[in-house]
């Protein structure tokens, strides 16, 4: 279990299909990319094992840059660069990547 409430950002990324990556912000100010994230949290899993996430801040939609999305208007949605993982992991996010969690 994986769980974040606090400040979220963007930073540039010209892999990112929208330009950037989004961060989370934790106390230091020190940003934490969602590639670090999945990096760090996701990649390590092993198959059969199975993380729930719940990140609520900020620009928080793709925050695991998990390869799946799924939002009620439009359904479920591929990334346009995915990072695969062993594991099942599913993220709740406060918001799109585009928007602010008020």
Do not use: K
Not at 29 to 44: G, K, M, R, S, W
Not at 65 to 84: C, H, I, K, M
């Amino acid at each position: 279990f994986f769980h974040f409430s606090g400040h979220g950002s963007q930073q540039e990324d010209e892999d990112e299909a929208d330009g950037y990556d989004e961060t989370i912000v934790p106390c230091d100010l020190e940003q934490i990319t969602d590639d670090e994230l999945f990096e760090h949290l996701v990649a390590p899993l092993p198959n059969g094992s199975r993380m729930t996430s719940i990140v609520d801040c900020d620009h928080s939609g793709t925050g695991l840059d998990l390869p799946f999305n799924f939002t009620q208007s439009r359904g479920w949605t591929v990334e346009d660069y995915p990072a695969y993982a062993a594991a099942d992991v599913q993220l709740f996010s406060g918001c799109d990547d585009d928007q602010c969690s008020a």
